[in-house]
C-alpha cells in the first residue's frame, strides 16, 4: 500500500521543500531560481541550492540569493559529491511535508514543479515524476536515453517512459521509506526501483528537455556505463 499525502487542515497548503543541486553553473542559477520562486508564487516553499563543489562563482551567486530571498538556503559542499550526493545533501536537510529535487540547469521550465506538486497533492499521490516527452539536448542524448528506457522498461518492468525525468517531488514519508544512499546518477532508477518494490503510488508530468542557455552538461560516455554496471550489479541483488 502506498504513502498518501497527509490530509490538509482547511485552508491549509503543504509547504513544498526543494533540492537544487548546482556544480558550475554560474551561467544560469540565477536566473534558474528566480524562475522557481516566480513559478512557485503562492505555494509555501523552501529551496535548497547545493552548491556541490563548484569551482566557479556558483557559490557566491547562490549566498546573494539566499540574503535576497527568504525561502532560498545554501549548502556548501567542498568536494564535489556527485550527482546523487549533491541531491541528498539537500533533501536530507528538508522537514517539509512535501520534498523533492529538480536539476538547477534550466533544461525544464520551473512551472513543472507546481505542476508535479499539484498532482502530487490532487491526486493523493506517493511520488510524481517527470516525462520528459520532447527532448532538444542534442542526437546523442536522445539516442542514448531511448535505449536506456527501453532497458528499464524490458528488463527491469518499470512502465515509465523516462525513469531520469526531473523534477521528482514526492511526501516526507515516501523519501523516508525508499532510504536513498545513490550519491552518483543511480540515483533516479533507485528511485523508481524502490518505489516499485515497496508499491507506490507514482504520477507523472509531462515537460519539454530545453537546450541548455548556459553551462556544459555534466552527462558523459562513461554515466551510461555507469548505469549500466549499476543496473546489473542490482539485478544480482545488490543495493547501494
Not at 505555494?43 to 546573494?64: C, F, M, R, W, Y
Request: glycine share 10%.
Amino acid at each position: 500500500m502506498g504513502d498518501h499525502p497527509p490530509t490538509q487542515p482547511a485552508g491549509s497548503v503543504l509547504k513544498l521543500g526543494l533540492s537544487v543541486p548546482l556544480y558550475n553553473e554560474e551561467d544560469c542559477v540565477t536566473d534558474v531560481v528566480e524562475g522557481l520562486l516566480e513559478a512557485l508564487a503562492g505555494v509555501p516553499h523552501e529551496l535548497v541550492l547545493v552548491n556541490n563543489g563548484s569551482q566557479d562563482t556558483t557559490g557566491q551567486k547562490i549566498n546573494a540569493l539566499a540574503v535576497k530571498h527568504s525561502a532560498v538556503r545554501a549548502i556548501h559542499l567542498e568536494v564535489n559529491a556527485g550527482y546523487g550526493g549533491g541531491i541528498l545533501a539537500g533533501m536530507n536537510s528538508l522537514t517539509t511535508p512535501i520534498v523533492g529535487w529538480t536539476w538547477g540547469d534550466g533544461q525544464v521550465r520551473p512551472e513543472i514543479v507546481r505542476e508535479a506538486w499539484s498532482v502530487l497533492i490532487k491526486e493523493r499521490r506517493d511520488l510524481v515524476k517527470t516525462c520528459r516527452y520532447e527532448r532538444h539536448d542534442g542526437t546523442q542524448r536522445f539516442v542514448v536515453s531511448k535505449l536506456y528506457n527501453r532497458v528499464m522498461r524490458h528488463g527491469f518492468g518499470l512502465p515509465w517512459s523516462d525513469v531520469n525525468g526531473c523534477p521528482k517531488l514526492m511526501t516526507a514519508k515516501t523519501y523516508a521509506a525508499l532510504q536513498l544512499r545513490s550519491l552518483d546518477w543511480f540515483l533516479d532508477p533507485e528511485c523508481l526501483l524502490k518505489a516499485q518494490e515497496l508499491g507506490l503510488s507514482i504520477g507523472e508530468v509531462d515537460a519539454v528537455m530545453h537546450p541548455r542557455e548556459g553551462g556544459v552538461s555534466k552527462v558523459h560516455r562513461d554515466t551510461l556505463l555507469q548505469f549500466i554496471q549499476r543496473l546489473w550489479a542490482w539485478r544480482g541483488g545488490w543495493r547501494p
